[in-house]
Structure formats: structure tokens, C-alpha cells
């Protein structure tokens, strides 16, 4: 918004404080379009008037005329007028229509705790904060819970109610069309303060609200008195300078009668055709405007007296937190200090173990080493020692077996000898016996033939009978001996040689020794 200010010509921007939303002023007028038009109606009236005066300083009638102001500033306080009224009748239709475009705010408070948590809700139209409503309720229940106690507050009975909503699945459409703020008390705990908001309809419309009573009359006394005094010195400046407003008929540029005529003509007829009750009116209407100028000017006095409070305490709240921030860095400091002063010792006593534990490694590995050393030269030994004992132990053997191979020889050569010996003496027998029995029978031969010719009886032969001819008969006689068989004996016979009968397999024997 922009002011027009008539000494200096120029527009001074007045900036809003930026801790805190946008804030509507509140005035006499029906609408912020109404006060706009209103504005920039005085805005052209105060222009027209400072001109009209600069005019008359420099001498510029050539450019300006009185007849031409004041039709000027009537028409301009007249449209004024006519576009006030009809962006007011042109508000309440549209109001009555439809949904306002532009955001809507709105207040929000806990019941059950109401000092704990303030919210400042602010939506993209009123119509989504109707929608955004609906779905509360239908999500969360209705009243007496959660309510609407008017347009612009919202109470809620549970904690951080617009958390939960912002966190709805369901509320995902409307999460890029609304957002929150939490508030805390002055500059509290969230860090901000209750703001004002602009008041607003269901519709999202700009409501304006009437000055109060007693106001209205010291603005109404302040425009009556200032009325008389403006209207008095118009009359006395346009009696006095009405001359020099226009140009002379006597100057450099009018070079014959005829055209001096002209210009006095011109200027009887603008004297005669000038209005003061129109130029009245059109100065109340400037000083009205000029009015409503100051009390906006005042309003946003009182506004930024208010955000500068704020926005001191703020900065006020900022140094604290800023101090004690110091504060806390300085214990950060120190508490870095300690924990670098533990780190090192830690360092220190890490250091100092892995020295000892590479120290006692090394220990290990030389003992280690010594003992595997020692335990080579240990197993060397032993082996040596072993393979000494081993070797003893195979001489030893091999002396044992020499010797028990040259005892087994012996004993086999003495047992051969034996053997040869009793070979020998087998054969030597053998013979002895072989002369003896070949003796014996001749002499058996010999004493049987005698016996025989003793006897003078020969021999019966007996077919039966296997006895030789020298086996005696049962009757007592000897008869010869018959064939041998298998060395057994004839029942019935008594042989002459039975007592030798065991002889001849050993005979047999001994021949077939000899013979092999």
C-alpha cells in the first residue's frame, strides 16, 4: 500500500513487520477495494491542488486554469464516490455468489489445555478450509470435541490435532493446500507470538469494521472546522491570483488587438463561470480523504509500534538464546577440551598397551623360537641317540643271528656227523646183522638138516598150510618153514624162528637204506 506525500511528491512504502502475517486495517471504510479507489481519489485531488499552487507560484498560466481545476477535481471526488459504491454493491454480490479467492486464516486452540498449544492455521481458499473441516469432523468426530466456534477459530479437544490431521492418509489431497504454525505465549516456547490476522468470512471475504461512535464525532468536528478554514482561503487565492493564474493579455505573445481581446474575453468568462460550492465540496471531500489518510497512517503507526515491540522482544529473546548459546559453547569448549584430554590419555594408554603387547610378542616369539630350537635340537638328539641304539640293536641282532646261524651250523654239522655216524654204525650193524642172520641161518639150515637126517621122516607139504619147512608140526615133528605172508602166522603152526619173525622189517629196511 502507498501513500501519497504532498511535500516531498513521492510514494513512501510502508513495510510490514516479518514475524508477523498480513494484517488488515481496520477503518471506517466497506472493503480494501473501497479504500484503495478512496486513496487513490486523494491521491489525484491532493495532486490537482498542489499543482494548482505551484501554478500560481511560478507564474505558469499558460498551462493551467481555475476553470480547469475545479471541473477537474469535482469529476474526480464524483468518480471517486460512484466507484465506491459500486465496488460495494459489486462486494456484497460477489460475496453472496461465491467462495473468496486468496487465503484464508484462522485460529486454533487446545480445550482441555488451553495455555499449552496455540496453532495459526492458514489455507490456500476458504473453500478448502471448509473441505479440510468436514474431514475433521468426519474423521476425528464433531462437536462438542472439536468445533467451530467462528470463521476464524477452530478449538479442539485432543493433543496436536492439526499434527494428526497433517498426518492423515486421508488429508494426502489437501496436504499441498494448507499448512500450520504452533504459537506459543508472547515469544514463548515455539518461538513466535500470537499474531493478528485479517477478519475474515465463512466465505473468505474481508470483513470491515465501523469506527466507534465517539470517532466519528471528532472526525466529524475536526472536518467542519477544517472545512471552513480551506473553504475561506480558497476564496481569498482565487480572488487574489485569479489574474495571475492565466496569462496576460499585455505580454511578448499577443501581437494584435485582436488577440488581446481574445484573452480578456477568456478570463471575464472563467471569473464569471467559477463555482465555490462546487470547489467546497470538492476540498471537504479532499480533506475527508486526506483524513482517512492519517487514520490509516496512524493505524499503521500503532501497527508497526506493535511489530517493532515484538519484534524488539524478539531480538531481546534472540540475545538471550545468543548468550546463552555463548554459554553453552563455552561449556562445549570445555567439555571438548576434557573429552580431547581423554582421547589422548586414551591414545596414550592404547599406545602404551600396544607397545607392550608388540614388546610382549616379540618375547614370545623369541621364547618361542628358542624353544622350538630346543626342542630340534632335543628331538636331533633323540634321533641320533635313536638311530645309535637302533644300529647297536641291529649289530646286535645280526650278531645274534650270526651267531645263532653258526650254532645252527654247528649243531647241523655235529648232527650230520651224527647222523653219519649213525648211518655208519646203522650199516655197520646192518651187516653184522645181515652176516649174523645169514649165519644163524645156515646154522638154522645146517641144525634142520641134521635134525632132518635125524629124523629120517621128510616134511608133509600142506596145502593149507603157509608155514616153512622148519616150523614144527603139532604132533612135534619139525616140518620146514612154508612162504611168509605179511609176517603173520598160521594158527596150527608153531614156527622154528618166531622170535625172529620181528627182525625182517627192519631188514627190509636197512636194505632199502643201503640200497638208496
Avoid at 494584435?256 to 465555490?276: C, H, L, M, P, R
Amino acid at each position: 500500500m502507498h501513500l501519497w506525500s504532498p511535500r516531498r511528491n513521492k510514494s513512501n512504502a510502508v513495510k510490514r513487520s516479518m514475524s508477523s502475517p498480513t494484517t488488515a486495517l481496520v477503518m471506517g471504510t466497506p472493503s480494501q477495494q473501497q479504500q484503495q479507489q478512496q486513496q487513490s481519489s486523494s491521491l489525484v485531488s491532493t495532486k490537482n491542488e498542489e499543482d494548482i499552487v505551484q501554478g500560481r507560484e511560478g507564474g505558469e498560466g499558460d498551462q493551467w486554469s481555475l476553470n480547469e481545476v475545479a471541473r477537474d477535481g469535482v469529476s474526480a471526488a464524483r468518480d471517486a464516490l460512484l466507484g465506491n459504491g459500486s465496488s460495494s454493491f459489486a462486494g456484497k454480490e460477489k460475496k453472496e455468489e461465491a467462495w473468496a479467492p486468496g487465503l484464508f486464516y484462522a485460529y486454533a486452540r487446545r480445550t482441555n489445555l488451553p495455555n499449552s498449544s496455540r496453532y495459526i492455521l492458514t489455507f490456500s481458499s476458504a473453500k478448502t478450509c471448509q473441505e479440510w473441516w468436514n474431514m475433521i469432523q468426519s474423521e476425528f468426530g464433531g462437536p462438542p470435541s472439536n468445533t467451530r466456534e467462528s470463521a476464524q477459530l477452530f478449538s479442539f479437544n485432543g493433543d496436536d490435532m492439526p499434527g494428526r490431521a497433517w498426518k492423515n492418509a486421508r488429508f494426502e489431497r489437501l496436504k499441498t493446500k494448507w499448512f500450520y504454525t504452533q504459537l506459543g505465549d508472547a515469544v514463548g516456547t515455539a518461538g513466535r507470538g500470537m499474531e493478528v490476522l485479517p477478519l475474515q468470512d465463512e466465505k473468505g471475504w474481508t470483513i470491515g469494521v465501523a469506527p466507534s461512535p465517539s470517532e466519528r464525532v471528532t472526525a466529524e468536528e475536526s472536518h467542519v472546522r477544517q472545512r471552513a478554514s480551506t473553504a475561506e482561503s480558497a476564496r481569498r487565492w482565487s480572488k487574489r491570483d485569479s489574474g495571475i493564474l492565466l496569462m496576460s493579455p499585455f505580454s511578448e505573445h499577443f501581437k494584435n488587438t485582436e488577440e488581446a481581446n481574445k484573452a480578456q474575453q477568456i478570463q471575464e468568462d472563467n471569473v464569471k463561470s467559477f463555482d465555490f460550492d462546487r470547489m467546497e465540496k470538492s476540498l471537504e471531500k479532499v480533506e475527508k480523504m486526506m483524513e482517512q489518510n492519517a487514520q490509516q497512517m496512524r493505524s499503521l503507526e500503532h501497527i508497526q509500534a506493535a511489530n517493532l515491540e515484538r519484534l524488539t522482544a524478539a531480538l531481546l529473546h534472540n540475545v538471550e538464546m545468543v548468550q546463552e548459546l555463548a554459554r553453552g559453547q563455552e561449556g562445549l569448549v570445555h567439555a571438548c577440551e576434557e573429552l580431547r584430554t581423554v582421547v589422548d590419555q586414551r591414545e596414550e594408554t592404547d599406545r602404551a598397551r600396544r607397545l607392550a603387547a608388540a614388546e610382549a610378542e616379540r618375547e614370545r616369539r623369541i621364547l618361542e623360537d628358542k624353544t622350538n630350537r630346543e626342542r630340534q635340537m632335543t628331538a636331533e638328539k633323540a634321533e641320533r641317540e635313536r638311530r645309535v641304539v637302533t644300529e647297536k640293536a641291529e649289530k646286535e641282532r645280526r650278531r645274534i643271528l650270526e651267531k645263532d646261524e653258526k650254532e645252527r651250523r654247528l649243531m647241523e654239522t655235529e648232527r650230520r656227523i651224527m647222523a653219519e655216524k649213525a648211518e655208519e654204525e646203522r650199516k655197520s650193524m646192518a651187516v653184522k646183522l645181515d652176516k649174523l642172520e645169514r649165519h644163524w641161518q645156515s646154522r638154522c639150515e645146517q641144525e634142520e638138516r641134521d635134525k632132518r637126517l635125524r629124523s629120517g621122516l621128510a616134511r608133509s607139504h600142506s596145502i593149507m598150510s603157509t608155514a616153512t619147512d622148519a616150523t614144527l608140526s603139532p604132533c612135534g615133528h619139525v616140518v620146514s618153514r612154508g612162504p611168509r605172508k605179511l609176517g603173520r602166522q598160521v594158527v596150527g603152526y608153531i614156527y622154528a624162528d618166531d622170535e625172529h619173525q620181528d627182525d625182517g622189517p627192519i631188514q627190509r629196511n636197512r636194505r632199502k637204506a643201503e640200497r638208496g
